[in-house]
C-alpha cells in the first residue's frame, strides 16, 4: 500500500516513528514533512497532504498533530477527502469498513506508539465493505442547510 504522510510540529515523533513502521511492513511511503520540530501552520500541511491523495486516488493519507483534532477538520474541507479521526483499531476499522475513509488522522498527544501500530494494522487490513453508508455520507455538504 502507499501512504502520504504529513504532520506538524506536535506530531513529528509519531511521524517519524510511523514512517519506519511502515517501510518495515513493506508499504511505500512520501513524507512531506515538517522534518523539525519548528512551529508550523497544520493546515498548510493537511492541504498538501489532500491534494497527494487527490492525485493519487490509489493511496491513503495519514496526518499527525497534537490531538488529530485540526487536521482531521482541514483535511475534511477538501471535497473527495474522507478524513477520519481514530484513536483505536476499533475507529479505525469502522472508518474505513463503513466510511470508506482515504486519510487516518491521530494525535501523538492522545495515541501512543503501540496504539498507533494497532490503528495502522487496522486501517491496512480494513476495506470498504457498506456500500449501503454510501448514500449517507455525502461528497461535499451543501453550503447552507435548507
Known amino acids: 500500500m502507499k501512504f502520504y504522510i ?11 516513528y510511523t514512517v519506519e513502521l511502515l517501510k518495515e511492513k513493506g508499504h511505500e511511503v512520501i513524507d512531506l514533512g515538517p522534518f523539525n520540530k519548528d512551529r508550523v501552520d ?6 498538501k497532504l489532500c491534494l497527494s491523495i487527490l492525485e493519487d486516488s490509489d493511496a491513503q493519507g495519514i496526518l499527525i498533530c497534537g490531538s488529530g483534532i485540526g487536521m482531521s477538520m482541514a483535511a475534511n474541507r477538501h471535497e473527495g477527502i474522507r478524513a477520519a479521526l481514530c484513536h483505536d483499531a476499533y475507529t479505525a ?36 465493505e457498506d456500500r449501503k453508508s454510501t448514500r449517507r455520507t455525502p461528497v461535499t455538504w451543501p453550503s447552507r442547510m435548507p
Open 6 to 16: 504529513a504532520t506538524d510540529h506536535a506530531g513529528i515523533e509519531l511521524k517519524d
Open 42 to 47: 497544520y493546515p498548510d500541511y493537511a492541504h
Open 93 to 128: 476499522t469502522v472508518a474505513r469498513g463503513h466510511n470508506d475513509a482515504n486519510v487516518l488522522c491521530f494525535g501523538e498527544r492522545i495515541v501512543g506508539k503501540g496504539v498507533a501500530e494497532s490503528i495502522l494494522d487496522a486501517w491496512i487490513a480494513g476495506s470498504f
